[in-house]
């Protein structure tokens, strides 16, 4: 907060009236471009939060499928492919219209359009 005080000083000259008059590219230069990041990979696995859920609320809304080796799935928000872990099961096997979970000899499956 002090240092939008300092640059908002330096950017007003003494006699300007309005903040019509302020000096924009000298209060940009005295408080400096916030980094931002653009690039985000929507198909990144490893988020805790998928891994925190319960299989019993896990609902399948879509499928992307172009082979066995190539193919995701929308599982209750979280973009899944084969070997991600989510609700502490691994994605077995995307399919056309289901998806296969699997933890130890436990198998479960989600329907497109339905439930476990």
Not at 18 to 47: C, Y
């Amino acid at each position: 907060m002090f240092l939008l005080v300092i640059a908002l000083c330096a950017a007003f000259p003494a006699g300007a009236q309005s903040i019509s008059d302020l000096n924009w590219a000298g209060f940009k230069e005295n408080l400096g471009e916030p980094e931002v990041q653009t690039h985000t990979d929507p198909f990144a696995s490893g988020v805790s939060a998928a891994e925190d859920l319960m299989v019993e609320d896990l609902q399948l809304s879509g499928i992307v499928y172009a082979s066995p080796d190539d193919s995701y799935a929308l599982i209750s928000g979280y973009l899944v492919k084969p070997g991600d872990l989510i609700a502490g099961y691994r994605v077995d096997a995307v399919e056309k219209d289901r998806v296969r979970l699997k933890r130890l000899e436990d198998i479960f499956v989600l329907v497109l359009g339905g439930g476990i």
